[in-house]
Each structure stands twice: as structure tokens, then as C-alpha cells.
């Protein structure tokens, strides 16, 4: 069975700043995605990054990026130029490619933005 | 706007009453799931529908019941809520064919079992 750890509770950084949220997992399986979600305070779910295993090359999304060590089973994001809007609950997914889609998530890292 | 609307938002239910959380995309996804949040143990997987016509158990279905009533619509029920109950739920649609893997969440029930 697949396994997520995001070993970091609570995690804070000041405005401006980078910042790195780290997870880990565990799966036999070779062809897999990889999520990154975050919650602000409103509660919605949203898609921060995706990255596909069989891809080397790591995902970017503006200010977001994601460092991919596939051997190391290791899917870090890193936050550049935090910003006060950041501040919410960070949720890793994993999900196989084979079946039905499902997402195996994380505990969660509750990021804080300072001012 | 396009996406998934989850009713009720909140709720407070007593122990043994029975209540349906609805759950209705209008993006003509074909799988759908539901997940319950609690706090240092992120989301967990109660069933999902992988199409329309089926549902399957995930990780946590013991004391739920779904419907999967359309393409559209996948409720979630309770049939005797218990405190352990209590959680944030969430209903989720993707389609990988558009979505690639990607979810759709709806905003969320919280739901108190007292």
C-alpha cells in the first residue's frame, strides 16, 4: 500500500522569503503522479503543482516548484517570494496511474506568511 | 460558475440521526469521491465512483452509504451518525482525459456529531 508523510506540522516564514514543505512516500508502483494541494482558511482545496513520475524534469508554476528525487521518493515544494496569501494547510497527494485515481494524502503542513 | 457544489455547509446533527450529503459537477466528470478531513490525519478516502453505475469502499466506509445517481450527482449518507463522525467532508471530481489526475473539491460540510 501507498504511503504519504509530511513530516512537518507547522512550518513559518517571513513575507518575501523561500520557503521549502517536504514529503516523502512509499510505493512500489512506477508510474505515479505526484499533487501538491493547498487549503487556505477558507477551506477550498486547490491545486497548487502536479508532476508526473516518468517526467525528470521538475514542475514549476510561477512562484511554486517542486523538487523530484524519484529514487529517493522524496517531492518537495518550494514557495520563492512568499507571500501573505500563501498562508494555508499544504497537502501532498499521491496517486497511481493504474485503476481508479485515487489520492493518497498527506497530513499536511500549516504554513504562516509573517508580516 | 462551473465546478462541484456541495450541500449542506455545515450541520449539526444529534447521535442516531441519519442526514445525505449531496453532491452535484457540472463538468461532466466521470469519477467522483468523497473524503472526510480531521485534523492531523489530512484526507482520507470514504468511497468513490470511478464511473457512473459504480461506487466503491476507500479507506474509511464503515458507518456510510453512497449513491452514485447520475453522471452528475454522488451522495454520501449517514444512516446513524456517530461522534466519531465529526469531520470536515469533501466531494471531489476529476476526469483524467481534461483534468489530467487533477481534482475538483467542493467546499466542504462540516459536519458536528453531538
Known amino acids: 500500500a501507498q504511503t504519504v508523510t509530511q513530516s512537518q506540522p507547522e512550518m513559518s516564514v517571513q513575507e518575501a522569503e523561500t520557503v521549502t514543505l517536504s514529503c516523502t512516500y512509499d510505493t512500489s508502483e512506477s508510474n505515479y503522479y505526484l499533487f501538491w494541494y493547498k487549503q487556505p482558511p477558507s477551506r477550498q482545496m486547490i491545486l497548487v503543482i502536479r508532476?508526473?513520475?516518468?517526467?525528470?524534469q521538475n514542475a514549476t508554476e510561477n512562484r511554486f516548484s517542486v523538487n523530484f528525487q524519484k529514487a529517493a521518493k522524496s517531492f518537495s515544494l518550494k514557495i520563492s517570494d512568499s507571500q501573505l496569501g500563501d498562508t494555508a494547510m499544504y497537502f501532498c497527494a499521491f496517486m497511481k496511474t493504474s485503476g481508479t485515481y485515487k489520492y493518497i494524502f498527506g497530513t499536511g503542513t500549516r504554513l504562516k506568511v509573517l508580516a | 460558475n462551473a465546478g462541484v457544489t456541495q450541500t449542506p455547509k455545515f450541520q449539526v446533527l444529534k447521535t442516531g440521526q441519519s442526514m445525505t450529503l449531496q453532491c452535484a459537477q457540472d463538468?461532466?466528470?466521470?469519477?467522483m469521491y468523497w473524503y472526510r478531513q480531521d485534523p492531523g490525519m489530512g484526507l482520507r478516502l470514504i468511497y468513490y465512483s470511478a464511473s457512473e453505475g459504480t461506487t466503491d469502499k476507500g479507506e474509511v466506509p464503515n458507518g456510510y452509504n453512497v449513491s452514485r445517481l447520475n453522471k452528475r450527482e454522488f451522495s454520501l449518507r449517514l444512516e446513524s451518525a456517530a461522534p466519531s463522525q465529526t469531520s470536515v467532508y469533501f466531494c471531489?471530481?476529476?476526469?483524467?482525459?481534461?483534468?489530467?489526475?487533477?481534482?475538483?473539491f467542493g467546499s466542504g460540510t462540516r459536519l458536528t456529531v453531538v
Open positions: 471531489a471530481s476529476s476526469e483524467w482525459q481534461t483534468t489530467n489526475y487533477g481534482y475538483t
Open positions: 463538468m461532466n466528470h466521470n469519477s
Open positions: 508532476q508526473e513520475a516518468y517526467k525528470q
